[in-house]
């Protein structure tokens, strides 16, 4: 009778079992050294050996020939009636067809006082031990608690966490791990030389990966590969084994989706739903080649396949791969439960051309605009460029051409010209250059080394610490000439932050400026609020007291007016006072122009 390679195969002793070091190491050094304990819980995920290594513990608790290094010998009649589960002192339960408390009692808690007939230990192999009731676990806690010395219990699980704790507090706990695709297709390959398969690398890859990390997967699909082709496994016959979609298919949508070709994409998925390819896995394949691109383009995979090379060299973003990478696993768990999973997928992928990709690529065009505002691209002296102003060209109100009807109407708007007031001298600037909300204020001692020194500070801020590069904009900054720079702000909170990241600050400064810089932060006192005086109209007085009119009269004139304008449809009709009037909504009730 043709027996499947995963039972053919199936490991016989823990140097067969791959993957699982810690747990091989554990339970050799135990056996040698006696230390056996009465119950062991190992968990992990399907297929990687929890059965299997509870086997080769119970053959080497029982075996009557063990070898010198502790492994059993696989010949006695122990090991081979354990290996065929027809041991009568191993029993190996299935928990899911002995979930209730009665089929625990009669099985295992009537019969552990009973010695074993033959071998050393009494051994219970309970397989899928979560899916017992709440019920059974109470019964059954004591047994595990205090078992006779010849009893042994061996739980194995998926799905620990539905073990109660009770029980999981007395045993002895192994966690099994996937195993990785290299020792799959390592296994793989001396299983197809030994059944003289021809296979190609590239379909082992896709075995392992499509196995998830269990071992009884990848050689039932090996199997199935070798029945499919008639003795030869390739790429194409396992990848239409398992259902996957044309790697050019695939690859045809990746890039609609990198180009935003939205005819493309379509006529892609359109191909794919005429070959009848599940559209859940071609979706799960467009996932993984943008993921396994990301990769190729970081260097971390470097047997990435040709397709997900190509498509790292395509000049995309990794950035934009891994996020369609992500965007799509909450895509695929849209379309699971939807009765038109085509139309799902395919709408699903056009929202993502839509969606913007390269985020990098529009943060360096902007910083690239940032700097172009300079007239040049080098420094001269240490000092950048002298920034330009871009000239606005301020809007003209056009008035429709006079004509008999409304030409008394139509009247020009010539402003008086305003009177040209002498400024004041401007206060001698202080010792330190000051910046104001991270802009540097000119002063006749600024030094432009340190302007640029902080601006290089924010924008390395900007990028990595984007709380503290606000903070950074929003206080005073004042440079001084022997290294010492005050950061001042009648913010508390702002200044304890700047406190907390001295350091930090302080090294970047010395990166920047090549010379040690220290930050001095300092309490500024608060602006006085701004109060803006009332007209005796707008206050509500129909005309100003004696008194007032007679300070009034006293005091000098200062040095800006209000002159009154008469309303017209020339000034209503500005473009900016059309503005003001959108932004604050209500009636132009008089015009009045600072003289």
């Given at each position: 009778?043709?027996?499947?390679?995963?039972?053919?195969?199936?490991?016989?002793?823990?140097?067969?079992?791959?993957?699982?070091?810690?747990?091989?190491?554990?339970?050799?050094?135990?056996?040698?050294?006696?230390?056996?304990?009465?119950?062991?819980?190992?968990?992990?995920?399907?297929?990687?050996?929890?059965?299997?290594?509870?086997?080769?513990?119970?053959?080497?608790?029982?075996?009557?020939?063990?070898?010198?290094?502790?492994?059993?010998?696989?010949?006695?009649?122990?090991?081979?009636?354990?290996?065929?589960?027809?041991?009568?002192?191993?029993?190996?339960?299935?928990?899911?067809?002995?979930?209730?408390?009665?089929?625990?009692?009669?099985?295992?808690?009537?019969?552990?006082?009973?010695?074993?007939?033959?071998?050393?230990?009494?051994?219970?192999?309970?397989?899928?031990?979560?899916?017992?009731?709440?019920?059974?676990?109470?019964?059954?806690?004591?047994?595990?608690?205090?078992?006779?010395?010849?009893?042994?219990?061996?739980?194995?699980?998926?799905?620990?966490?539905?073990?109660?704790?009770?029980?999981?507090?007395?045993?002895q706990g192994f966690r099994f791990?996937?195993?990785?695709?290299?020792?799959?297709?390592?296994?793989?390959?001396?299983?197809?030389?030994?059944?003289?398969?021809k296979t190609e690398p590239e379909?082992?890859?896709?075995?392992?990966?499509?196995?998830?990390?269990?071992?009884?997967?990848?050689?039932?699909?090996?199997?199935?590969?070798?029945?499919?082709?008639?003795?030869?496994?390739?790429?194409?016959?396992?990848?239409?084994?398992?259902?996957?979609?044309?790697e050019d298919l695939v690859v045809?949508?990746?890039?609609?989706?990198?180009?935003?070709?939205?005819?493309?994409?379509?006529?892609?998925?359109?191909?794919?739903?005429?070959?009848?390819?599940?559209?859940?896995?071609?979706?799960?394949?467009?996932?993984?080649?943008?993921?396994?691109?990301?990769?190729?383009?970081?260097?971390?995979?470097?047997?990435?396949?040709?397709?997900?090379?190509?498509?790292?060299?395509?000049?995309?973003?990794?950035?934009?791969?891994?996020?369609?990478?992500?965007?799509?696993?909450?895509?695929?768990?849209?379309?699971?439960?939807?009765?038109?999973?085509?139309?799902?997928?395919?709408?699903?992928?056009?929202?993502?051309?839509?969606?913007?990709?390269?985020?990098?690529?529009?943060?360096?065009?902007?910083?690239?605009?940032?700097?172009?505002?300079?007239?040049?691209?080098?420094?001269?002296?240490?000092?950048?460029?002298?920034?330009?102003?871009?000239?606005?060209?301020?809007?003209?109100?056009?008035?429709?051409?006079?004509?008999?009807?409304?030409?008394?109407?139509?009247?020009?708007?010539?402003?008086?010209?305003?009177?040209?007031?002498?400024?004041?001298?401007?206060?001698?600037?202080?010792?330190?250059?000051?910046?104001?909300?991270?802009?540097?204020?000119?002063?006749?001692?600024?030094?432009?080394?340190?302007?640029?020194?902080?601006?290089?500070?924010?924008?390395?801020?900007?990028?990595?610490?984007?709380?503290?590069?606000?903070?950074?904009?929003?206080?005073?900054?004042?440079?001084?000439?022997?290294?010492?720079?005050?950061?001042?702000?009648?913010?508390?909170?702002?200044?304890?932050?700047?406190?907390?990241?001295?350091?930090?600050?302080?090294?970047?400064?010395?990166?920047?400026?090549?010379?040690?810089?220290?930050?001095?932060?300092?309490?500024?006192?608060?602006?006085?609020?701004?109060?803006?005086?009332?007209?005796?109209?707008?206050?509500?007085?129909?005309?100003?007291?004696?008194?007032?009119?007679?300070?009034?009269?006293?005091?000098?004139?200062?040095?800006?007016?209000?002159?009154?304008?008469?309303?017209?449809?020339?000034?209503?009709?500005?473009?900016?006072?059309?503005?003001?009037?959108?932004?604050?909504?209500?009636?132009?009730?008089?015009?009045?122009?600072?003289?």
């Open positions: 009778m043709y027996q499947n390679l995963a039972v053919k195969y199936r490991p016989k002793d823990l140097d067969e079992v791959l993957g699982q070091a810690s747990v091989k190491t554990t339970i050799e050094n135990a056996v040698k050294l006696g230390r056996i304990a009465h119950a062991y819980l190992l968990f992990g995920p399907r297929g990687c050996g929890k059965t299997t290594i509870a086997r080769i513990l119970a053959k080497t608790l029982n075996c009557r020939a063990l070898t010198d290094d502790g492994k059993p010998c696989n010949k006695c009649s122990s090991c081979t009636e354990i290996a065929e589960s027809k041991s009568l002192d191993v029993l190996e339960i299935d928990a899911a067809s002995h979930t209730q408390v009665d089929k625990v009692r009669e099985v295992i808690i009537e019969n552990v006082g009973f010695a074993p007939s033959r071998d050393k230990y009494k051994i219970y192999i309970l397989d899928e031990v979560h899916m017992l009731s709440n019920s059974a676990f109470n019964a059954l806690l004591k047994t595990v608690e205090e078992p006779p010395a010849h009893v042994v219990f061996i739980m194995a699980t998926t799905e620990q966490s539905k073990v109660p704790v009770t029980i999981v507090s007395r045993c791990r996937p195993i990785p695709e290299d020792e799959i297709i390592k296994r793989l390959t001396h299983v197809a030389s030994k059944e003289k398969l379909a082992l890859r896709l075995i392992a990966r499509a196995s998830g990390g269990a071992m009884r997967d990848a050689l039932t699909m090996l199997d199935r590969g070798a029945s499919f082709s008639g003795g030869a496994v390739t790429a194409s016959s396992v990848s239409e084994l398992l259902g996957h979609a044309r045809s949508v990746a890039r609609a989706v990198l180009n935003r070709d939205a005819a493309a994409l379509h006529a892609s998925f359109e191909k794919l739903n005429g070959e009848g390819y599940d559209p859940l896995v071609a979706l799960r394949d467009l996932r993984n080649l943008f993921s396994e691109a990301f990769f190729a383009a970081q260097g971390f995979a470097p047997s990435a396949s040709p397709a997900a090379k190509d498509l790292a060299a395509s000049g995309a973003a990794p950035a934009a791969l891994a996020k369609l990478s992500r965007k799509l696993n909450p895509v695929l768990e849209e379309i699971r439960f939807s009765d038109m999973q085509a139309v799902a997928a395919e709408i699903a992928l056009f929202t993502l051309i839509e969606a913007p990709l390269d985020l990098e690529n529009l943060v360096r065009r902007l910083e690239a605009v940032e700097g172009a505002e300079y007239t040049g691209d080098t420094m001269r002296n240490g000092v950048p460029g002298e920034k330009k102003s871009p000239e606005i060209a301020r809007p003209v109100a056009v008035l429709p051409a006079p004509t008999a009807d409304n030409a008394a109407l139509i009247r020009p708007f010539s402003p008086a010209p305003a009177a040209v007031q002498p400024q004041a001298p401007r206060p001698a600037a202080s010792a330190g250059d000051t910046m104001r909300h991270g802009v540097p204020v000119p002063s006749p001692s600024c030094a432009a080394d340190h302007a640029a020194a902080w601006k290089t500070l924010l924008g390395q801020l900007s990028r990595n610490k984007p709380l503290l590069y606000n903070i950074m904009l929003s206080v005073r900054v004042t440079f001084g000439s022997d290294g010492l720079w005050k950061v001042s702000s009648d913010n508390k909170y702002n200044l304890d932050n700047v406190d907390r990241n001295k350091a930090d600050l302080e090294a970047r400064l010395e990166s920047i400026c090549g010379s040690k810089v220290v930050i001095k932060t300092e309490k500024a006192a608060a602006p006085p609020p701004h109060v803006e005086e009332l007209s005796n109209e707008e206050a509500g007085q129909d005309e100003p007291p004696a008194e007032a009119a007679a300070a009034a009269a006293a005091r000098p004139p200062s040095g800006t007016q209000w002159v009154d304008l008469e309303p017209g449809d020339a000034v209503e009709s500005d473009p900016e006072i059309k503005k003001l009037a959108k932004v604050f909504h209500g009636k132009i009730t008089s015009i009045k122009k600072l003289k």
